[in-house]
Every structure is written in C-alpha cells, then in structure tokens.
C-alpha cells in the first residue's frame, strides 16, 4: 500500500502540492489528469525518490521510502518522459540490460515481453534508432512489464501510442491490477482502465 | 532535546533575526580594529631590521591568508550542514562565504606578490604558501562558477555543496603535494619572517588587525547570508512580516 | 520470475552494457586519443626538435596531455545516459547507485584512460624517452589515468544539470586533479631520467586507492542532485 499523507512540494518558488493525501491499495489504479503545470510530474518523480518533499510523507508498506529506499525501488517500475532506450542496440538487448540490473530476465521472457507489446516482428539486430515514437514506447512499456513491480508510476504512458498500442497498454494495466499491483499514472487523457477500483482525479485541489 | 537549537537556528526566520541582530555587534568592531591595527602596523610599528618597511604589507597579507583557508572550511561546513540536515539556512551560509572567500583569497594573492617584490626580487616566485593559495583561488571560483551556472537555486546549492565537501577533502592534499612538490625542485632559500620570534611591536598590531579582519568576515557573511536567506524564502508569509516590522 | 540480482551482476551488467555501446561507435572513443597524440606533438613543433631538451619536457607535455584529454573524454562519462533517462533507471534499479556509476567509471577508462595510457609510450619515445624507462612512463600514466577518471566522475556527475558544462567541468576537475599531476609527473621524470620512481609512485597509488573509496559516493551525490 501506498500512502501520502500532508505532502508540501515546492519547485523553485512555486508552491505545487499543497497538503496532499493519497492512499493507493492493491489492484486499485489512480489516473492523474491534472492540468498542465500543476505538478503530475513532480509529483511522481516524488514518491520515485527523485524529489524531495518540504514536509509530509510518503510510505510504502507503511514505512517512509527514504528509510528503505532500495527496497521500495525493487517494488516499483518507473517510466518517464524519456524512454530511457539506447539507441544504437536492439529492443531485445536494451531489454536485456535493463532487467539485467534488477531481476535477470530470460531471452523467451524477453521474447514474450515484446510479443505482448506487439513487437514480435522486430529484426533482431535493429537498433531501437529505427523504431518510431511509438514502437519505443512499447519497448519501455515492456520493460515495465518485465521489472515485475509491485508499484507502476507512469508519466504519460500512451504518448506517442497509436490506437491498438493504447489497448495494448491497457490490457497489460488490467493484468497488472488483476495480479493485485498498483498504478499511478499522469496523463492528459483518461485511459479506459477496465476495473472497479480505477479513480480519477482531474484537479490538485480536490481530493481524490 | 539537545538537538533544538540547531533546529531552531537553521529556521530561516530566527536566523534572519538573529543575524540580523548580530551583524552590529561584529561591523563596528571590524571597524575599529582594523583602522586601530593598521594604523599602528603601518605606522607607528618599528620597521624590520631586514626588510625595513617593506614587511608592513604582512598586516593586511596573513589576516587574509588566515581568512582564506577559513572561509573554505566554512563554507564546506555550512554546505555539508545544509546537504546533510536540509537546512537551507546552511545553504545560504555557504552561498554568502563563497565570494568574500575568494576575495579574501585575491587580496591575499596580490598582497603576496607585492611582499615578494622587494623580498625576493620578483612578483612571482613559486613558493608552495603562494600556488597553495592560487589553487584556493581556483577551488572558489569553480565553487562560485557551478553555483552561478545552475539556474534552479535547490540544486545550486546541493551541486556546490557536494563540490564543497570534496574540495574540502582535497584541500589538505593539495598543500601536502604542493609543499612535496616544492622541497624537490627549489632550494628552502626563501626568506621568511620567524613568527613565534617576531618582536611584540610587530605581532600586537598583527594581532588587533588579524581579529578586526575575522569580524569583518563575520559581519559580510551575516549581511549577505541574509540577503541569501530572503532569496530563498521569498514565497514565505513571515518575509512580509519581517520586512514590515523593519521599517 | 527470477531472484534479484547481486549489486556485482548489476554493475557487471551496466560494463557489458557500455562495452557493447562503444563497439557499436567507435568515433567517440577515438576522439581523445587523437587529440591526445596531436597535444604531444604540437611541443617539439613549439619548442625545438632537440631530443636533449625535448626529454626534459616529455613529462610535462604528456601529464599536460593526458589530463587535456581526460577532460575532452569526460563529456561522454554520464550525458548521454542523462540525456535519455537511463540514469533515472540506474536510480531506480534498487542496486547501489554509487557501485552502478563506479562500473560506468571503470568501463569509461577501459575506453579511454587505458589507450591513452598504451600510446603513451609512443608519445614518451618520439620525445626523447629512453627504452628502458617505457614501462616506468607506462605504470606511471595508467595510474595517473585511473585517478582523473575517478575525479573526473564528481566533477561529469555536478556538471549534468549545466547546459554547456565543457569549460566548467576543467574549472572544476582541475584543481582536484593537482595532486595527481604532481606525484605523476614526477614518476614519469623519475622514470625518464633513469631514477627509481617509487617515492612518488606510491603517494600516486595513494591517491587511486582514496579517489576509489570516495569518488563514486560523490559522484553518486552529485549526479542525484542533477536528477531531481
């Protein structure tokens, strides 16, 4: 489980999140859809450990994350702006290297990752430079996938996602919800989650 | 319990009170004894029997020497104060020594170059105490040059700080290896002044100048680490206050 | 799925990485190399081809263009990984951050700090170096190497959130890196003029071993801060 309780975030001398309270429980998925500027990113990079809040906490199974800090992270898959991709290797290899600082993936569990993602028909020495904006997203959505994590923050996942690349990530959300993980994602437009314990939450100043 | 009034000191309000109350108490002072110390250093003071009154230079040469290698180690302090503990007020200390150190360094530097003149026939020799002092110069302006280059004010201030702290480790090894560096290429024939034997006459003035410069470096820190304190608080409801209870 | 990986695996794992990447684009890496080799020549062009004279300024002029070099070299060390969010990842990987940016270190002077170390000796030779202090020159240089790439980790890791970070990142390695000159130069001196080198030597290997302990939790600092 996850917990905010009174979160204070300043960035430079902007006040962003002002006293903020947020529970996120197993297979419950929240969807950011606040406006731009008003801190969905920094509110991410936040509970990722990148930022640092002014006051309040933020507790994963009960304990504040810069108290257990490498093992909240083994719990949680991040994706960012950047899809964190090496251009001059293949989307198997970046695979590859990414899980293998983490869990080790196998090359038939890399495979199925980007089958799932549907990119099973990649060459496998094309160099991620190649791909399109979207083909790369779903390489890092793979990723995600791969990692395994309990806790899935995502900044915008569907940029860049054309139509059957939005229902792919929906699909993989469903399953991760299913299995009892827990998402939390910033976007501009709400994904059709399909689960009873997806929220929405459109405006910093309401609660969610 | 013990801890409270480090926390309470790094609360930027009371700091920027108590600093501002402070700041007085160190400026007249630095005042007075710096024109008390100079004016008996370079006037009334016997003139050296070697060096005549070329040596008055020392008067305003070592207290900035002195000054110089302290400054650092505050600054260091103060922005490990601040990376540590998330003290801003620390922060803003550190940001404030920052050029009254380098200046202190220059001034030190010159005055260095102008004792050398007479003393050893040249501006520049390369005497360890003198490349010592230039790469403090360098510690600082890099110091000052991160600060300046990174515009969110947050991360200046942990960038430099981590600069700071390693510079601070580095320090020592760079007056060892420059002193090692020296004892291999140039002879020991440096003329220096004996200072434990140095006449009362010379070392009192030396003395009342020496504490009329530490106020003063007191004094400019406190006024421009205020100045920090309110850059960095400027969204805060208690500025306002303050400002209006001040004028 | 499978255990968690060991910080060893992971790190293992960021070298083959790196190895791999600059297979794949060798022109970064060569880079310095060149511009190392165009430094030494440009001092017997400035100077006088007399290979008397030429030998006493064989350690100046290859200490000055080694740390020149590891300087140009440096920009590769973190930007890239910066710049795409890779190094969020290493943040995230729940791995030691400071052991991660060590194997980048490590794998970063393999590509660079240990050729410019190998073609040293060539540089030493065409400025007068005796045969027989080759070996010395060549200790004293890939031990001078490791240290600039560990100092040079703090000042690539402080430099990441400054836009054009090149001149900064000299005003910032180079003081640190003063006593790495000293004692290296000075073995490479000690070597060229037929002495024993080991005085200087050691306080060098000194200084790799503390620049080992300590670089990578600065650099890890630093780089942390960049990424916020």
């Known amino acids: ?208 | 319990m013990s801890w409270a009034w480090f926390h309470r000191f790094g609360s930027p309000p009371y700091f920027y009170r108590v600093a501002g109350i402070l700041v007085p108490w160190f400026a007249w002072p630095a005042a007075i004894l710096i024109f008390v110390g100079l004016t008996w250093g370079l006037v009334i003071a016997p003139p050296d029997r070697l060096q005549s009154d070329a040596y008055r230079i020392i008067f305003v040469h070592v207290p900035n020497s002195w000054l110089s290698l302290m400054s650092y180690s505050a600054m260091a302090i103060a922005a490990a104060v601040g990376l540590i503990w998330r003290i801003k007020v620390g922060h803003a200390v550190a940001a404030a020594i920052a050029p009254a150190g380098a200046t202190f360094t220059a001034v030190s530097l010159l005055t260095g170059m102008l004792w050398g003149q007479p003393m050893w026939g040249t501006y520049w020799a390369w005497d360890p105490r003198i490349v010592f002092e230039l790469i403090m110069l360098f510690f600082f302006l890099g110091y000052i040059a991160l600060r300046n280059a990174i515009d969110d004010v947050s991360r200046a201030d942990r960038s430099s700080a981590v600069l700071a702290i390693v510079g601070a480790v580095n320090v020592p090894i760079v007056h060892y290896s420059v002193i090692w560096w020296n004892s291999l290429h140039q002879a020991p024939s440096v003329l220096r002044v004996n200072g434990p034997s140095m006449p009362l006459a010379m070392l009192a003035p030396l003395l009342v100048s020496f504490l009329g410069f530490t106020c003063y470096f007191f004094a400019v820190m406190l006024v421009r680490a205020r100045a920090e304190v309110l850059r960095r608080e400027r969204g805060g409801d208690w500025i306002r206050e303050a400002v209006a209870g001040s004028t | 799925m499978t255990l968690r990986r060991s910080a060893t695996q992971a790190a293992g794992a960021v070298m083959r990485r790196d190895l791999l990447l600059a297979f794949r684009r060798p022109g970064d890496w060569l880079q310095p190399l060149a511009f190392f080799l165009i430094v030494t020549l440009l001092f017997p062009l400035a100077l006088d081809p007399e290979l008397g004279r030429l030998r006493q300024l064989a350690p100046a002029a290859l200490w000055v263009a080694l740390m020149l070099a590891s300087m140009l070299a440096l920009d590769f060390l973190f930007r890239e990984d910066a710049q795409d969010g890779t190094l969020e990842q290493f943040a995230l990987s729940g791995q030691p951050f400071a052991a991660l940016l060590l194997a980048k270190t490590a794998t970063h002077w393999i590509l660079t700090g240990l050729p410019l170390a190998m073609v040293a000796p060539l540089a030493a030779v065409s400025l007068g170096a005796p045969a027989s202090s080759i070996p010395m020159v060549l200790v004293t240089l890939l031990l001078g190497s490791v240290s600039l790439s560990l100092i040079g980790a703090i000042g690539a890791g402080l430099t990441l959130g400054v836009r054009r970070g090149g001149a900064l990142l000299s005003l910032l390695v180079l003081p640190l890196a003063i006593p790495t000159l000293v004692f290296g130069a000075r073995a490479t001196q000690l070597a060229i003029m037929g002495e024993s080198a080991e005085g200087p030597l050691y306080l060098l290997a000194a200084l790799v071993v503390l620049g080992l302990t300590l670089a990578p939790l600065a650099a890890a600092a630093a780089v942390r801060i960049s990424l916020e």
């Not at chain 1, 495979?111 to 791909?131: K, M, N």
């Open chain 1, 1 to 208: 489980m996850l917990e905010l309780s009174d979160l204070h975030l300043w960035r430079g001398d902007r006040h962003l999140l002002r006293g903020l309270n947020l529970t996120l429980a197993p297979g419950q998925v929240l969807q950011l859809l606040w406006p731009n500027g008003t801190g969905k990113t920094s509110l991410l990079r936040t509970i990722a450990g990148f930022m640092h809040p002014e006051a309040g906490q933020v507790r994963w199974k009960g304990q504040d994350i810069t108290a257990g800090r490498d093992a909240f992270h083994l719990d949680l898959a991040y994706l960012g702006h950047e899809p964190a991709l090496k251009a001059d290797l293949s989307a198997a290899e970046n695979l590859r290297f990414a899980t293998g600082m983490r869990n080790g993936a196998s090359i038939p569990q890399i495979h199925d990752a980007l089958l799932q993602v549907g990119l099973s028909g990649l060459r496998s020495d094309q160099p991620v430079r190649s791909l399109s904006a979207g083909q790369q997203r779903r390489v890092a959505l793979a990723r995600v996938f791969l990692w395994d994590a309990n806790l899935w923050l995502l900044d915008e996942p569907a940029a860049n996602l054309d139509a059957s690349g939005q229902q792919i990530l929906c699909d993989l959300l469903d399953r991760h919800l299913g299995g009892g993980g827990m998402a939390l994602i910033a976007a501009h437009q709400a994904l059709a989650v399909d689960s009873s314990l997806c929220r929405l939450w459109r405006s910093p100043a309401e609660q969610p």
